[in-house]
């Protein structure tokens, strides 16, 4: 289980890695693909610090300045390598509360997904935000990523 998760936030971590240097050359990064790519990074920082039972840095819809994106990532990445190294059980019952103060429970496996599907739900997004733009979206498929 931990070598999957690894591979999937390796996966994660380079889709977004494009993204972040496609956008630090842009001109003028769309408002919406920010606020969408700042909203990628919020959540995948908010899931980790709630697999790690510790309170959140950053709200879910704070934008970011692009500058910023590559640092936000970086320890996202590694905060999510930490959690996978140091797991003993994939099922053990992670209590959260939600940005509406509402209490949840999940499995660590089930959050730590949750990120990965969230980021890819939220590229695919951002793929229209490219187009929209006039530029070309970058194949960031999970095939791509292991040929």
Not at 11 to 23: A, E, G
Not at 27 to 44: C, D, G, K, T, W
Not at 63 to 71: K, Y
Request: glycine share 4%; charged share 20%.
């Amino acid at each position: 289980m931990k070598a999957f998760f690894n591979q999937l936030f390796d996966y994660n971590f380079q889709c977004n890695k494009k993204l972040i240097t496609t956008c630090q050359e842009m001109e003028q990064v769309p408002e919406q693909l920010a606020m969408r790519f700042s909203h990628i990074l919020n959540a995948h920082h908010i899931w980790n610090a709630r697999a790690m039972g510790k309170p959140s840095e950053f709200s879910v819809f704070q934008v970011h300045p692009v500058s910023g994106w590559a640092d936000i990532h970086y320890e996202n990445q590694r905060t999510s390598f930490d959690i996978t190294t140091h797991a003993d059980d994939f099922e053990i019952r992670i209590d959260y509360e939600d940005s509406e103060g509402r209490l949840f429970t999940n499995t660590l496996q089930d959050i730590l997904f949750h990120i990965i599907n969230h980021s890819t739900h939220h590229r695919g997004q951002i793929a229209i935000d490219f187009r929209t733009a006039g530029k070309e979206p970058l194949p960031l498929d999970y095939i791509f990523y292991k040929r």
